[in-house]
């Protein structure tokens, strides 16, 4: 009898565990990329006309003498307005932390062949450090 109740007890916890929230329980992959800017990033549309924003960053790990480079393509759903022009004024080389949602997609090539690729659709983007232009460095001399 008293096994009974432990159980019973262990899953009405387990059931009230998300008994506060009103979304339901999905799994979710988040994916957190700091590194580099590789291009400016570029708007197009999607095949239902909805404009996207795709950019590639960069990340590099390992000694100097051996560096690996990632790249990660990700894209953004901006609205029309001062966030969606942020990110397109940004450019290459700069320094951005972004936090999306991951996905991976597996699909046959032009050749035939599986591949899988990641996706990832922006949430966040903090943009941590700008590059340096050339003339922001010649007009430091001369102040």
Do not use: C
Not at 11 to 28: D, E, G, L, W
Not at 39 to 63: H, L, M, N, W
Not at 84 to 106: F, I, Q, W
């Amino acid at each position: 009898m008293q096994a009974i109740r432990s159980s019973l007890r262990a899953r009405a916890a387990v059931a009230s565990v998300r008994s506060f929230s009103t979304t339901p329980s999905n799994s979710i992959a988040r994916i957190i990329v700091t590194g580099r800017l590789a291009a400016e990033p570029e708007i197009t549309a999607t095949s239902t006309g909805q404009d996207v924003i795709k950019y590639v960053v960069g990340t590099s790990y390992g000694p100097r003498d051996n560096r690996q480079t990632s790249w990660f393509r990700v894209a953004s759903f901006q609205p029309e307005g001062p966030g969606r022009d942020h990110l397109l004024s940004l450019p290459k080389g700069t320094l951005v932390y972004v936090e999306g949602d991951a996905s991976m997609r597996v699909y046959e090539d032009a050749e035939g062949k599986k591949t899988s690729s990641l996706n990832i659709v922006q949430r966040t983007l903090e943009v941590l450090k700008r590059p340096h232009t050339a003339s922001e460095s010649g007009s430091e001399g001369t102040q």
